[in-house]
C-alpha cells in the first residue's frame, strides 16, 4: 500500500481487547512503530453510527474496525458502495471474517501486515437491505446463541457448565418451524425445519475447518437448511466439520443460490445476524452484492488468491 494513513475506530469492549487492555495510545503506538499514520476514535461515550460517519468523512482512505464482528460488519455496512477500504484489527471473541481473510489474530502482527497488505474486493450479503458479511441464521440456533449471552465475558467452570445444561436442554425440547422457502433459481417449497443459514458464499469442506471460508468472491449465497438436530445429530456434524465430511450428512441440505426468499406466518423471526441475536420481519429477502467491499488483507493472502 503506498498511503499509510488510517482511520482507526476502536471499541476497546470487544472481547481480546477487553482481555489485553487495548488502548488508543497502544494501538497508536504500534501503528507508529510500523510508520503508519492513524487517527483512533476511542470514544465509545458516542454511537458507532455516529463515529462511522467521521471516519468516512475523513481523508484517510483505509478505515480500521478494532473490535468484534459487530463492529465490522457495522463498518462494513457503511463502506459497501465508497471508494475506502476496510481493515481489521480482531479485537472480537471470534473473529470470524478475519480468520477467513487470515488476518493475524494477534494486534501487534495484525497493525505490522497493514503496511504491506493490499486491496482485495469481497462479496456481501444483504437480508432486507442490510448488509453482513457471514451467515444470517433463523430457528434453533438463535436461540441457543442468546443464552450463550449470558456468560459472555464469564471463563468459570459454573458458567459453561450452567451454559453447557441450558445448551442441551434446548436442544431436546427444540420445535420445528414451517417456512417457505422461494430460490429465485430453484424449487419453491414448504419445509419443517429445525434451523436455516444463509451464508455469503460457501464454507469449507476439510480437515479442521470448521465454519471457514476459503473464496469470499464467489458471487453466490449458500443456503443451509438443517431438517432436525437431535443430541446425536449435533455430536455427528460437530465430528464431521473437524473431520471434514459434514456436507453429506442426511439432516443437512445446501444449495447455491444468488437470491432467496424465506416466507414465515409470523411478521418477526429471531436470527443469528453475524453472530448477533436479533429480531427481522417477515419476509425474508436475501440476496449477494458481488465484490460489493474493498478489504485490506495481508500480502500471503493475495499472493495466495492469485496462485489459486
Same mark, same amino acid.
Given at each position: ?7 482507526? *475506530?476502536?471499541?476497546?469492549? +470487544? @472481547?481480546?481487547? =477487553?482481555?489485553? !487492555? ?8 504500534? #501503528? ?62 471470534v473473529n470470524a471474517l478475519a480468520k477467513d481473510l487470515h488476518v ?36 434453533? *440456533?438463535?436461540?441457543?446463541? +442468546? @443464552?450463550?449471552? =449470558?456468560?459472555? !465475558? ?8 450452567? #451454559? ?6 434446548r436442544l431436546t425440547r427444540a420445535k420445528k418451524i414451517v417456512v417457505?422457502?422461494?430460490p429465485s433459481n430453484g424449487h419453491h417449497r414448504v419445509e419443517k ?116
Open positions: 500500500m503506498t498511503d499509510t494513513s488510517y482511520y482507526v *475506530i476502536l471499541n476497546a469492549n +470487544a @472481547g481480546t481487547a =477487553h482481555a489485553i !487492555g487495548a488502548t488508543a495510545e497502544m494501538v497508536g503506538a504500534l #501503528f507508529q512503530a510500523n510508520g503508519l499514520t492513524a487517527t483512533i476514535d476511542d470514544d465509545d461515550e458516542r454511537d458507532l453510527t455516529s463515529r462511522i460517519a467521521d471516519a468516512i468523512a475523513s481523508d484517510a482512505p483505509t478505515i480500521v474496525a478494532a473490535g468484534g464482528d459487530g463492529t465490522i460488519t457495522a463498518l462494513a455496512a457503511a463502506l459497501v458502495g465508497t471508494d475506502k477500504n476496510l481493515a481489521i484489527l480482531p479485537l472480537g471473541t493475524p489474530l494477534d494486534l501487534a502482527a495484525a497493525v505490522a501486515a497493514l503496511a504491506t497488505g493490499t486491496s482485495h474486493r469481497i462479496d456481501v450479503g444483504e437480508v432486507n437491505g442490510r448488509v453482513f458479511l457471514h451467515k444470517v441464521v433463523v430457528g434453533l *440456533i438463535p436461540g441457543l446463541a +442468546a @443464552g450463550r449471552e =449470558h456468560i459472555r !465475558g464469564r471463563q468459570d467452570t459454573a458458567a459453561k457448565i450452567g #451454559f453447557m445444561r441450558y445448551f442441551f436442554r417457505a422457502i422461494e425445519v429445525q434451523a436455516i443459514a444463509v451464508a455469503s458464499n460457501a464454507y469449507d469442506e476439510g480437515l479442521g475447518q470448521f465454519f471457514s471460508r476459503h473464496s469470499l468472491d464467489r458471487g453466490t449465497l449458500t443456503l443451509y437448511v438443517l431438517r432436525h438436530l437431535t443430541v446425536g445429530d449435533f455430536f455427528r456434524l460437530t465430528s464431521g466439520m473437524l473431520l471434514g465430511h459434514w456436507r453429506s450428512d442426511e439432516a443437512l441440505a445446501m444449495e447455491s443460490v444468488q437470491q432467496v426468499t424465506i416466507k414465515s406466518r409470523k411478521s418477526m423471526l429471531k436470527v443469528m445476524f453475524d453472530g448477533e441475536v436479533e429480531s427481522l420481519q417477515t419476509p425474508l429477502h436475501f440476496t449477494i452484492r458481488p465484490r460489493a467491499l474493498s478489504v485490506i488483507v495481508p500480502a500471503v493472502t493475495a499472493e495466495a488468491e492469485v496462485a489459486a
